[in-house]
């Protein structure tokens, strides 16, 4: 009996001195329990869900022979009409016409897609019986291909019909879909991995989307040799939806490693087909979004800066696939939502490095932006992580208290920005503070991501996050 005594008293103390790091369920996880969801007003468990990854140098040699081991008999390829001349559209190209697979190819996805753009693919696809889709390019061009896919085998739905709420009905996808092969050429969105398509809705002036695990590519095929074919501007834009995976990461990363902990997010669903893909952090995600940010922080300005640099450019790939199933499954919260008018309403403001006819914000620009002034707002709820992300991205935080966890990792965020020499806030992308009425109004209906923030906000906090963001240095 005094072994026996022994042994449930050790128990006890392991079970009073429980590991800490945030690869487990620390005390940022408090209150799971195993209860069903018809017991409880908040969720209680969490799913992961990512497309088959296939990672290597020259990995893209092998789609055709993906697409014979699928019995493809006619294939849609969709790009754009700047990555159509690029080596790696050219290649598949030639592969698939040396191996006879019939094929068709759309290459007018507009870059940073609006509902008019996704309307035009939907067309190209429905009028055509296509049994496997192909998307090479950047998130704009996997976004377009799995709406394309989506609509396609859904001939009768209303656009809005999958859309997210408030703007669309945000119904279900419960029919199956034709295989989708994504071929990312840029590093950033990490698109390869989720089941979320953005687009500008341009009757509201704002950013929306679809997010349904449905949607997510079949296979992602990863070849870090396509990313020597981005210019130096390109790469800072897209690498910073990996910096912002490490930016739109310390928005995709961090957005996912500081967002409301699942287990805290309402409403509880009645069904699992209503769990949301974006179920807000959880132990799995954070490792995910941890290591990205690693990644992040060692290759990120070597990838910037030097567009020959392989080993920099093929761990930014990397950290794209990994931000992407730590956001595609946690989500992201505040600098996504404010990011969606500060696009949706672009000015005359043109991006360098882009070859498009329209103005343009990035994605990865648009996110970045109030990244400092949104940490700095929610660190409060959760500063340990915000200290170990500053940490991550080379600050000194050893003495350092906890309430200055979202200064710290403010500057070291600017810091960033301005070593990479990113746009001077929003007034340098042609905003002015008359405008923030406008972007707080867009940032309200993306309640699919704000209401993930750890942090309750008001209007006029978004107001102030704006005028915030104006000038960064």
């Not at 493809?72 to 009409?81: G, R």
């Amino acid at each position: 009996m005094a072994g026996r005594a022994r042994v449930v008293q050790l128990l006890r103390q392991l079970e009073r001195v429980t590991c800490r790091c945030p690869a487990h369920s620390n005390t940022f996880y408090q209150g799971v329990g195993a209860l069903s969801s018809t017991d409880r007003k908040t969720e209680y468990a969490f799913e992961m869900a990512s497309s088959n990854i296939r990672y290597g140098a020259g990995v893209s040699r092998e789609i055709v022979m993906d697409l014979q081991n699928l019995g493809a008999q006619n294939v849609c390829l969709m790009t754009d009409s700047n990555v159509s001349c690029l080596p790696p559209v050219k290649a598949v190209l030639e592969s698939l016409l040396k191996n006879r697979v019939k094929f068709q190819v759309y290459d007018s996805v507009r870059v940073e897609p609006t509902d008019a753009s996704f309307k035009q693919a939907i067309s190209f696809a429905k009028s055509n019986t296509f049994d496997v889709f192909v998307a090479i390019g950047g998130g704009s061009v996997m976004d377009t291909c799995k709406v394309a896919n989506l609509y396609s085998c859904h001939p009768d739905a209303d656009f809005l019909d999958f859309v997210n709420t408030p703007i669309g009905k945000g119904i279900p996808v419960t029919k199956p879909l034709k295989p989708l092969i994504a071929v990312p050429t840029t590093a950033g969105t990490g698109s390869e991995t989720t089941g979320v398509a953005i687009f500008d809705y341009e009757p509201l002036k704002t950013k929306t989307g679809i997010a349904s695990r449905a949607i997510k590519p079949s296979l992602g095929i990863v070849d870090p040799t396509y990313t020597l074919s981005m210019p130096e501007r390109v790469a800072a834009n897209t690498g910073f939806d990996v910096l912002c995976s490490g930016f739109v990461f310390v928005s995709h990363a961090l957005e996912s490693y500081t967002a409301l902990p699942y287990n805290q997010r309402v409403p509880c669903p009645t069904n699992p087909i209503y769990r949301p893909p974006y179920q807000g952090s959880n132990p799995i995600s954070d490792v995910w979004s941890r290591h990205a940010l690693h990644i992040v922080a060692k290759y990120m300005k070597r990838a910037v800066w030097d567009p020959e640099d392989l080993e920099a450019r093929s761990n930014m790939h990397l950290a794209s696939v990994f931000a992407g199933i730590g956001f595609g499954n946690a989500g992201v919260h505040l600098c996504h939502g404010m990011s969606y008018p500060i696009a949706g309403n672009v000015k005359t403001h043109s991006a360098r490095g882009y070859n498009v006819d329209h103005p343009l914000v990035p994605h990865g620009l648009s996110v970045v932006l109030t990244s400092p002034a949104v940490f700095s707002f929610i660190a409060p709820m959760c500063p340990e992580r915000h200290l170990e992300a500053a940490e991550i991205l080379g600050a000194d935080v050893r003495q350092v208290k906890r309430q200055d966890a979202g200064a710290i990792l403010a500057d070291t965020l600017r810091q960033f920005l301005f070593e990479l020499q990113v746009e001077d806030g929003l007034g340098a992308v042609g905003y002015s503070r008359d405008d923030i009425p406008s972007l707080v109004k867009g940032t309200l209906p993306q309640e699919r991501v704000t209401k993930l923030s750890p942090r309750e906000h008001s209007e006029e906090d978004l107001s102030q996050l704006f005028e915030a963001s104006m000038k960064l240095y």
